[in-house]
């Protein structure tokens, strides 16, 4: 039986994807692309799952593209699969964190961005290396790169094709925490059950204003988050009447 390329597992409200090629560095096929939009498929339809871990079996995220699988003229069912799959990990109604160890490194990178948190191990590296391969960004990298860091930081790092450790992601806004390698998956699992812990309708609401704010004036925005366009949280009274939390 052929192991999937992306495992799924829930646990309390935390739902897992993890790229499921450790031999390869979890580097992206079409294959993994279309077994990932799967899963994100049916979890924009999930009413069960508060939060989503992103990571890479083995001692990496992901390196990248599979070149080989490139060269060997593999394809996608469709033209922009691949993009619209970042696209589809990005819009999920609930907050997403990418788990970032070992190796992120272009199309893996890309992928990354797509999510609302990135956590990183200090022994990562990343970058993007469409530069050192002849290769132009497809998957998003010119635009949410730039959302992250600004634009000049951007053009360097993709200029140079250079690699940075953990904590200097931190120190540019790469990533939001870099912590440990030992302390990694108690690091992930702790923010995962913070917010699994708060209402699931709000963050959802206030994932959809932050997102949707980009495509807005100021003031624009500022109207629309006052005339609630998302409605309230379905469990706003049971929380209300519960009292504040403790801890």
Do not use: Y
Request: glycine share 10%; with cysteine.
């Amino acid at each position: 039986m052929t192991e999937p390329l992306v495992l799924r597992s829930d646990d309390g409200g935390i739902t897992t994807l993890t790229l499921n090629r450790p031999d390869k560095l979890n580097a992206l096929t079409p294959g993994v692309f279309v077994e990932l939009r799967h899963h994100l498929d049916d979890l924009a339809d999930s009413s069960d799952t508060a939060v989503v871990v992103l990571e890479g079996a083995g001692r990496s995220f992901c390196a990248g593209h599979d070149l080989p699988a490139i060269a060997s003229g593999e394809r996608a069912p469709t033209r922009h699969f691949e993009p619209e799959t970042v696209d589809a990990l990005e819009s999920l109604p609930m907050p997403t964190i990418a788990r970032l160890h070992g190796h992120c490194f272009t199309g893996g990178l890309e992928l990354a961005l797509g999510c609302d948190l990135l956590v990183a191990a200090a022994s990562t590296r990343l970058g993007d290396t469409h530069g050192q391969w002849g290769l132009a960004p497809i998957w998003g990298m010119s635009v949410r790169l730039p959302e992250r860091v600004g634009r000049s930081t951007a053009k360097e790092l993709m200029f140079t094709s250079r690699r940075i450790t953990g904590p200097e992601a931190l120190a540019i806004g790469l990533v939001d925490r870099c912590v440990p390698d030992e302390d990694l998956d108690a690091t992930v699992r702790a923010l995962a059950q913070e917010i699994a812990a708060n209402s699931p309708g709000t963050n959802r609401i206030v994932k959809r204003l932050v997102d949707e704010r980009r495509e807005m004036t100021r003031s624009e925005a500022l109207h629309r988050e006052r005339t609630l366009p998302h409605g309230l949280p379905d469990d706003m009274a049971e929380r209300m009447a519960g009292g504040p939390r403790k801890g």
